[in-house]
C-alpha cells in the first residue's frame, strides 16, 4: 500500500513536564517528582503520531532560532518527518508548553513564541506540498487567520482538511463549512456550539463533526443514524498527546481510504496505547503495535 501523504501546518514547542503528587494551589508551593523536556506542540505531536503510523509526512512551521528549535528539528528528523517547510526564525523564541501532571491528569500552560510566525503568507509558501497531499492537519494553537487561509488554500486546492479545534475559541461558520473534517473533544464542542443539542449539530455537520468523548470513544452522524465508535479500556499514565494521537491516527487512516468506522477505531486504538506512555510523544504508538492491538 503506498503511504498516504499528509501535511501538518502546526505549532510545534518544547514541552516543560513536571510530575508531582498533586497540583498546587494558587499562591501555594508543592515538591514535584520529576522534569523533564521533550518535544512537543500540537502540531509536531500530530506529525510525529502520523509518520509513526507509517504516513510520510511534511510538518510546516516555525520554531526558535535557539536550543529548543534545534531539538524540535532533530526529533523531526529521528521520525523521518520533512522539515523542508519548517523554519528557525531569529524575533521569536521557540514555542514552550508548561505541563503540570498531578492527580490522574495534566494542565498545561502555552506559550506560542514562534508559533505565530506561522502566518497565511507562510502558508501559502507551501502550496506545492499542499497540492500534493492526500490530506492536510491543523490545530489551533496557531494565528486563528492562519487557519482560516490554510481552510481556503485547501479549498481553492481541492485538498481535504482536518482541524482539531484545540485550543477551543470561537469559529466562524465560514470555516466550518470549509473544512472536511472536525474533531472537537465534548467540551470543546459545547463550546463552539452553545446551548445546542449536540445530536442535532451531529446531525447538521454529517460525517464532518466528530466529537471524541474520552473512554465513551467518538460520535458522529454517518447519513442516516448517530453512530458511536467504542474507545478501548487501558490502565491511564498519561493523557498528554492522546488527542494529538487520535487525530493523526485518524487523519492517517482516512488518507489510505479506510472507512469512518475503521478509521475511527484505529484511531482510538492508536489513542488508548499512547496514554499508556510518559509524555506527548513518548507514548505514541507504531503501525504495527496499532495493527496487533486492533487484533487483541
Known amino acids: 500500500m503506498r503511504k498516504p501523504k499528509i501535511a501538518v501546518v502546526g505549532s510545534s514547542s518544547m514541552d516543560l513536564l513536571v510530575t508531582s503528587e498533586r497540583r498546587p494551589l494558587a499562591g501555594e508551593t508543592v515538591l514535584g517528582d520529576s522534569f523533564q523536556t521533550v518535544p512537543g506542540g500540537k502540531g509536531a505531536n500530530q506529525a510525529v503520531a502520523a509518520a509513526k503510523l507509517g504516513a510520510e509526512v511534511y510538518m510546516i512551521g516555525c520554531v526558535g532560532d535557539d536550543p529548543y528549535g534545534d531539538e524540535i528539528l532533530a526529533n523531526f528528523n529521528a521520525h523521518g518527518v520533512h522539515t523542508d517547510y519548517v523554519e528557525p526564525v531569529t524575533h521569536a523564541k521557540s514555542g514552550t508548553a508548561h505541563i503540570i501532571l498531578a492527580e490522574g491528569d495534566n494542565s498545561i500552560v502555552v506559550v506560542k513564541g514562534a508559533n ?31 487557519v482560516i487561509e490554510t481552510a481556503r488554500l485547501c479549498g481553492e486546492l481541492n485538498v481535504p482538511l482536518l482541524l482539531n479545534p484545540a485550543p477551543a475559541r470561537e469559529i466562524p461558520d465560514t470555516l466550518l463549512e470549509q473544512v472536511t473534517y472536525i474533531t472537537p473533544n465534548e467540551h470543546e464542542a459545547a463550546l463552539m456550539f452553545p446551548g445546542q443539542d449536540l445530536s442535532d449539530v451531529l446531525r447538521r455537520y454529517s460525517t464532518k463533526l466528530f466529537i471524541t468523548e474520552g473512554a465513551e470513544g467518538v460520535r458522529y452522524f454517518n447519513g442516516e443514524q448517530e453512530v458511536q465508535v467504542p474507545s478501548f479500556l487501558v490502565d491511564v499514565v498519561d493523557t498528554t498527546g492522546a488527542g494529538d494521537t487520535f487525530n493523526a491516527a485518524f487523519g492517517t487512516a482516512m488518507a489510505e481510504g479506510q472507512t469512518f468506522v475503521e478509521s475511527l477505531r484505529f484511531a482510538n486504538r492508536a489513542a488508548s496505547l499512547s496514554v499508556q506512555g510518559l509524555g506527548a510523544q513518548g507514548g505514541m504508538p507504531t503501525r504495527e503495535e496499532v495493527e496487533k492491538g486492533l487484533m487483541e
Open 116 to 146: 505565530d510566525a506561522v502566518t497565511p503568507a507562510y502558508v501559502n509558501g507551501a502550496r506545492d506540498i499542499l497540492r500534493e497531499s492526500d490530506l492536510v492537519l491543523i490545530q489551533q494553537e496557531l494565528p486563528e487567520e492562519t
